[in-house]
């Protein structure tokens, strides 16, 4: 699969996701969260800074910026044929049969990150304090995992690779263990604003793998 199909299906993907996300933003306006809770932030010192350490923080960025800076390469890629002696170094031949399962990843991953946005309308890279009113997201995605766009983003790192050929994302892996922390942290605020309803939330949920229901045998 060459650079410029690779980049069309970046294109499309992303132009419908734009335009699904434009229509629930300012037309459907959240009508999926009528029944997510809604939590009040107590003026409280200790909850007035966003959670989080410097190196979590920056460990998240990396894996985003990985993948953002191998978007960048393919389209430079498709744009000129020149380029290609240099990114030799950062690219792998991989079979068309990988290619097109890293683009179906690619395309799965990022309607779920997609959902992720639509039903957390408070949805920031890197989680900021809330308003004084806020909804919290346990719905969607939300129902299955506590965070699901960390996850999403960090998949993409393993998709980017199989789609591309570029190796680039794999370094994301590295940032890994800064969204573990940093996903941490921001559970740890939520607690400290809403330990009832969040403490429940928690507990019916893993923070990036679903849970595997149990069936219980009635004797």
Same mark, same amino acid.
């Given at each position: 699969? /060459? ?6 299906? =970046?294109?499309? #993907?992303? $132009? ?12 459907? +306006? /959240? ?11 107590? %003026?409280?010192? !200790?909850? @007035? +800074?966003?959670? *989080?350490?410097?190196? @979590? +923080? ?6 985003? #910026?990985?993948?953002?800076? #191998?978007?960048?390469?393919?389209? =430079? ?12 170094l950062v690219k792998v031949n991989l079979p068309l049969w990988v290619n097109v399962v890293g683009s179906i990843l690619f395309v799965v991953d990022d309607i ?15 989680? #900021?304090?809330?308003?004084? &009113?806020?909804?919290?997201? !346990?719905? *969607?995605?939300? *129902?299955?995992?506590? %965070? ?5 983003? $960090?998949?993409?790192?393993? $998709? ?14 590295? *940032? ?6 940093? $996903?941490?942290? &921001? &559970? ?11 403490? &429940?939330?928690? +507990?019916? !949920? ?14």
């Amino acid at each position: 699969m /060459n650079s410029q199909n690779k980049l069309l299906i =970046i294109a499309i #993907t992303w $132009a419908t996701l734009l335009v699904l996300y434009s229509i629930n933003r300012f037309l459907i +306006k /959240n009508a999926f969260l009528k029944h997510s809770p809604k939590i009040i932030r107590p %003026h409280v010192s !200790t909850l @007035s +800074k966003p959670p *989080g350490t410097i190196p @979590s +923080k920056v460990g998240v960025l990396f894996v985003f #910026t990985v993948n953002i800076i #191998t978007i960048i390469l393919l389209l =430079i890629d498709s744009l000129s044929s020149s380029i290609n002696q240099y990114l030799v170094l950062v690219k792998v031949n991989l079979p068309l049969w990988v290619n097109v399962v890293g683009s179906i990843l690619f395309v799965v991953d990022d309607i779920f990150g997609l959902f992720a946005m639509v039903f957390n309308p408070n949805y920031t890279p890197l989680y #900021t304090v809330p308003p004084q &009113e806020f909804i919290l997201a !346990t719905q *969607g995605p939300y *129902g299955l995992i506590r %965070h699901p766009r960390y996850a999403s983003e $960090a998949f993409l790192n393993i $998709a980017l690779f199989l789609f591309t050929g570029i190796w680039l994302p794999i370094l994301g892996l590295i *940032g890994w263990v800064a969204i573990y922390y940093q $996903a941490r942290a &921001e &559970e740890n605020y939520l607690m400290a604003l809403a330990p009832k309803d969040y403490g &429940e939330y928690r +507990k019916k !949920t893993n923070m990036f793998v679903p849970k595997l229901q149990r069936k219980h045998s009635v004797e």
